[in-house]
């Protein structure tokens, strides 16, 4: 690894080469060719391809070939639930919601909150769950499709996860463990082997489905190496290897290279009041000059700012407003106040409408949330009358067998 910047899926930090990280982990780019293939497949190139903002892969071109075939595959993600979700957050999500869309296929999004209270020393098991639940709420705001999207949490969900991860375990030796995340002798045995339950969901599909099913995970790259070791035993178990697409780090507003929950000054949260999103961004980090005069004789460095990564990731979608702030903050002829003033203007609408969705998100999460503690589970273990039970019981079974091959059916527990 480059001694300049950390990439793992607990530390993100220093100036990070996208390029030399390509390398390092031994992922593929996103070139020309796989962007016209994309293209041709899929009738456009949306932006967050055509900026590279998603910028490496694998297997996508295979992806795309069993795609092409006729082989429908599932779309998995995730969430460490620490805290409260951030814009960072929202851009893989966002991307996973567009190929929902476009390629009308099923999302399971795993929260990974035993992951969380391993790692975090001062994280309750109590507080995990909570922003389980948060979090929750910020994914289905995006208007994922209740029909063929599944949320579920390790901790409730863990029955149906575990008998994969057991067997993944099996097949990662702690010495490849070490090697991938630099575990040492005071990791914690839990730590070890929540890889284990992260490629889970890579193979669920393929299970329930009792063949082979292709899955494609869209991240940003700090969560690669699980996905590298899942690759790695796939073929070992009988499945596919699942197929990944990764993003950039949105950068923070104090202009280091992620937005991270550590540093919540320079972090927007979709829960932060607008006004206080607002101020964030006025004291952000630009690639302004030192004053007035200067700028307009020597104009800003957009490269540096860390506004104009703002408008380039998530907030101006049109190329050719995004070029001409760039041409206008190089020839000195807009000021940082004036370019900081319309972000946080845009921030705020969009915080003020995700809230509204996000409110509502709250009467819609059993429509997406999948447990093994069902409320089927939970009746069954009530005292019932006789023909209540069998139904129950029947629904039950059903829930917990292995789901028809052509059909990757998303049950909820609403259903039940
Ligand atoms: P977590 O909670 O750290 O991050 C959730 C997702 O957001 C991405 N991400 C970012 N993307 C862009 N800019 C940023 N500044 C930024 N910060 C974080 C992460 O790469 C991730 O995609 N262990 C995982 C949870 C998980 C998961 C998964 C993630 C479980 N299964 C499958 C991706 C795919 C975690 O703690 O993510």
């Not at 793992?8 to 100036?15: A, C, L, N, Y």
């Not at 016209?36 to 497949?41: A, E, L, M, T």
């Not at 190496?225 to 899942?230: I, L, T």
């Amino acid at each position: 690894m480059n001694q300049d910047f950390t990439v793992t899926p607990w530390d993100v930090s220093g100036k990070i080469d996208y390029t030399k990280l390509i390398q390092d982990f031994g992922t593929e780019a996103i070139d020309n060719d796989l962007l016209d293939r994309w293209k041709r497949v899929t009738g456009e190139l949306p932006m967050a391809l055509r900026r590279r903002v998603f910028f490496s892969h694998r297997d996508l071109k295979w992806l795309l070939d069993r795609y092409e075939a006729g082989e429908k595959f599932v779309l998995y993600t995730g969430r460490g639930p620490s805290g409260h979700t951030h814009l960072g957050h929202l851009m893989p999500w966002m991307f996973t919601k567009y190929l929902q869309d476009k390629f009308d296929v099923p999302l399971y999004f795993q929260m990974t909150d035993d992951e969380k209270y391993l790692f975090k020393p001062e994280l309750t098991l109590k507080e995990a769950v909570s922003y389980t639940y948060e979090n929750t709420l910020d994914v289905i705001a995006l208007g994922f499709d209740p029909r063929k999207t599944r949320i579920f949490s390790d901790l409730e969900y863990s029955k149906t996860l575990y008998r994969i991860a057991v067997e993944v375990s099996k097949r990662i030796t702690f010495s490849t463990a070490k090697a991938v995340f630099g575990f040492d002798n005071s990791t914690n045995v839990g730590m070890i082997f929540i890889t284990s339950m992260q490629s889970a969901p890579a193979f669920l599909p393929s299970v329930e489905a009792g063949k082979n099913i292709p899955v494609l995970i869209p991240h940003a790259i700090d969560q690669d190496p699980h996905f590298r070791v899942a690759r790695d035993i796939a073929p070992k178990l009988g499945y596919y290897k699942p197929a990944a697409i990764h993003c950039t780090f949105l950068p923070g507003l104090g202009g280091s290279d992620k937005m991270s929950a550590s540093k919540p000054e320079s972090t927007i949260y979709t829960v932060d009041d607008p006004k206080i999103a607002r101020k964030k961004i006025l004291s952000a980090f630009t690639g302004g000059q030192a004053s007035i005069e200067e700028q307009k004789k020597l104009g800003g460095v957009p490269g540096v700012c860390a506004v104009f990564q703002y408008y380039y990731y998530l907030f101006e979608m049109d190329q050719e407003l995004l070029d001409r702030r760039e041409r206008k903050c190089m020839g000195g002829e807009i000021m940082c106040g004036e370019c900081k003033q319309e972000l946080a203007d845009r921030v705020a609408r969009f915080l003020e409408r995700h809230q509204e969705k996000r409110e509502k998100a709250r009467d819609r999460v059993q429509d997406f949330i999948v447990s093994d503690y069902s409320a089927a589970y939970d009746k069954l273990r009530r005292p019932q009358e006789g023909k209540e039970v069998a139904k129950l019981k029947r629904t039950m079974k059903e829930y917990c067998s292995v789901k028809d091959a052509d059909r990757i059916s998303i049950r909820k527990t609403r259903e039940l």
